[in-house]
């Protein structure tokens, strides 16, 4: 599994490490969805291609997911 510790800075910012952008192909501008899972981050690069989608999160509980709703 591909690791790293990084630092939160002031601005709340983190710098992904080169070798993680790497292995995950991300580049400069590249959309990102943040979430919470517990006391876990998780980020994920959005696909513009559903079908790269495909399997994804297969064992996810989808229950925790929100919707339009529940905004003001």
């Given at each position: 599994m591909n690791s790293?510790?990084?630092t939160l800075s002031p601005k709340f910012q983190i710098v992904l490490p080169k070798q993680l952008r790497?292995?995950?192909?991300l580049t400069p501008g590249k959309k990102m969805v943040v979430m919470a899972r517990g006391r876990q981050l998780i980020l994920v690069p959005?696909?513009?291609?559903?079908?790269?989608?495909?399997?994804f999160a297969p064992k996810m509980?989808?229950?925790d997911v929100r919707d339009h709703s529940d905004r003001f």
């Open positions: 790293a510790v990084v790497e292995f995950l192909g959005v696909e513009s291609d559903i079908r790269k989608l495909k399997g509980d989808s229950s």
